[in-house]
């Protein structure tokens, strides 16, 4: 994983700070400028925004397309790529069922940080010269924007995704299913949801989006309360999707929540990465450079 920013550009991607801006565009910019600029000021190099634009030299390559400016800020031979090679679908899956709608430990539900994530990713995407769209879902897709790079597309994508209203059950399989069978050229789909689904079912989609040549990275997105289970008290707990109930002892089940959780983010682990798929656990009170950091990451690494 690349560097993180510098502490002191965090501000820029605190989720309580973003949750106070007004417009997701606002959002969005604000997120992504502040992390290009937290990436500018690392002292770290070989890693940045614009290696995306970039490829290695090869062999064979002609000597007069080498960049010898980013040869000298990051002492590796990289050339320009050719407008062909550097544009590619993207496409953005919001998961906002119920089960997204939860908030415990963190200044915003899991369904907010992830728009602000999508948004935020779109806006970079756009700044990449991607292709980009947009699919909302629950137990079916209820939103859809098809991959666009014309002028004015970011802007739908950020409007839509403000005005996105909670769905009902999950079922995440079901989408990825269908847009691996609409995808015809070449793409990076990025799934952003909290997995709380049959974690067979969710693999099962992804590797089909895989399997047809798309790559893929998966957000996972927890409330700091599901990752840690702090609850103390005999206290009843409602299933947000299904209504079902449960009273239970938090110090009694605590350890076997953790393991179950362990467990499926083990699952998600090994199934994901073991075909090719990013795969990355987020907290939600936590500021977004990771989730840019992945995805720039993997978006460098796609030739």
């Known amino acids: 994983m690349p560097a993180t920013a510098p502490n002191r550009d965090l501000r820029f991607l605190d989720p309580a700070v973003i949750a106070r801006l007004a417009t997701m565009e606002l959002k969005a910019r604000t997120v992504v400028e502040g992390f290009l600029s937290g990436l500018h000021r690392s002292p770290y190099k070989g890693f940045s925004v614009e290696f995306a634009e970039y490829r290695q030299y090869l062999p064979g390559d002609d000597l007069s397309t080498l960049d010898w400016k980013v040869y000298a800020r990051s002492d590796r031979h990289y050339v320009k790529k050719f407008e062909e090679e550097t ?86 399989g079901r989408p ?59 206290a009843r707990f409602t299933d947000i999707e299904s209504a079902d109930e449960i009273t239970a002892d938090p110090s009694r089940v605590r350890a076997s929540y953790l393991k179950a959780l362990e467990e499926m983010r083990a699952f998600y682990e090994r199934e994901l990465r073991g075909v090719g798929i990013d795969y990355l656990m987020l907290d939600t009170s936590k500021p977004l450079d990771f989730a840019l950091l992945a995805y720039l990451d993997a978006r460098s690494r796609r030739k």
Do not use: W
């Open 87 to 172: 544009n590619l679908d993207c496409h953005l899956l919001l998961d906002v069922s119920k089960s997204m709608t939860y908030r415990g430990g963190a200044p915003t539900s899991k369904l907010e940080y992830g728009s602000v994530l999508a948004a935020s990713l779109a806006y970079l995407m756009n700044r990449q010269r991607d292709a980009t769209g947009l699919i909302a879902f629950d137990e079916k897709i209820l939103a859809r924007l098809p991959a666009s790079a014309r002028p004015g597309h970011l802007h739908a994508i950020l409007l839509a995704l403000e005005k996105l209203s909670p769905g009902d059950r999950s079922d995440v």
């Open 176 to 234: 990825l299913h269908q847009l691996a069978e609409a995808l015809v050229k070449r793409s990076l789909a990025v799934l952003i949801s909290d997995l709380l689904d049959e974690p067979d079912t969710v693999v099962r989609g992804l590797k089909h989006l895989r399997h047809r040549g798309t790559d893929v990275i998966v957000f996972q997105l927890l409330d700091p309360h599901e990752l840690r289970f702090p609850f103390k008290g005999a």
